[in-house]
């Protein structure tokens, strides 16, 4: 089975500054790449995904992401934060393994923007 | 646009009861999904459905089963509740291959006392 790790489980950033959310995972073969974002009292929405092609993939509120193969990475980014950003981030991955529908969540990462 | 719809948002149970979540989605879509959310567990996969009247377990499935009569509806059922069930229940839908994202719904709330 793949996993998926996202070793900050807690982000505390000031408005207005950079944030990057780490997530690794363990596959030695093609995934499919995702960050969802969950707001408090509802379910998750995609922020973007990465299937192939280019490594930088931009998602929506500005939020990007960039994978890298050799490192089995696949970190969030935004160059400037907003309150609104407080939320839980969850990276996702699904591939090929069997069941190609199955897919394999981190831990999540909150992300606490402050005033 | 995709519509993923969980008939509660919140529920108290107590303990031995038995628990029905349902998960509508308009999107035709062949699979769905119901996980559990905890805190610093992330998402687990409880069952999931690939066609209708079809399941198959996932990492979590004791204590659990399905029912998907409707290829729209995805129902949890949680034969005898327990206290080490109180948690968020999240359903899903999947289009396509898994180079698709899910759609998940807003959540169900379950809390047994």
């Known amino acids: 089975a793949q996993s998926v790790t996202q070793l900050d489980s807690q982000v505390p950033v000031f408005e207005e500054a950079p944030v990057e959310l780490r997530c690794n995972y363990s596959?030695?073969?093609?995934?499919?790449l995702f960050w969802y974002v969950q707001y408090p009292n509802q379910g998750l929405q995609l922020l973007l995904k990465?299937?192939?092609?280019?490594?930088l993939v931009k998602g929506i509120n500005g939020f990007e992401a960039e994978f890298n193969k050799s490192q089995t990475s696949f970190h969030l980014r935004k160059p400037s934060v907003h309150i609104s950003d407080t939320a839980e981030y969850f990276c996702?991955?699904?591939?090929?393994?069997?069941?190609?529908?199955?897919?394999?969540f981190g831990s999540g990462t909150k992300l606490n923007v402050k005033p | 646009d995709v519509k993923v719809t969980q008939s509660s948002r919140y529920l108290v149970k107590r303990t031995g009861e038995k628990v029905f979540l349902e998960c509508v989605q308009d999107?035709?879509?062949?699979?769905m999904f119901w996980y559990r959310q905890d805190p610093g567990l992330g998402l687990r996969l409880i069952y999931f459905?690939?066609?209708?009247?079809?399941?198959e377990k996932g990492d979590i499935p004791e204590g659990y089963s399905v029912s998907r009569e409707k290829k729209e509806r995805f129902s949890l059922i949680l034969e005898s509740a327990s206290t080490n069930q109180t948690s968020m229940y999240l359903c899903?839908?999947?289009?396509?291959?898994?180079?698709?994202?899910?759609?998940f719904g807003n959540g169900t709330r379950l809390t047994v006392t």
């Open positions: 459905s690939y066609d209708v009247k079809m399941k």
């Open positions: 990465y299937l192939s092609g280019s490594t």
């Open positions: 999107m035709d879509h062949e699979n």
């Open positions: 596959s030695s073969v093609s995934v499919y």
């Open positions: 996702a991955v699904s591939g090929p393994l069997g069941n190609f529908n199955k897919f394999y």
């Open positions: 899903a839908s999947l289009g396509g291959s898994g180079n698709s994202p899910l759609h």
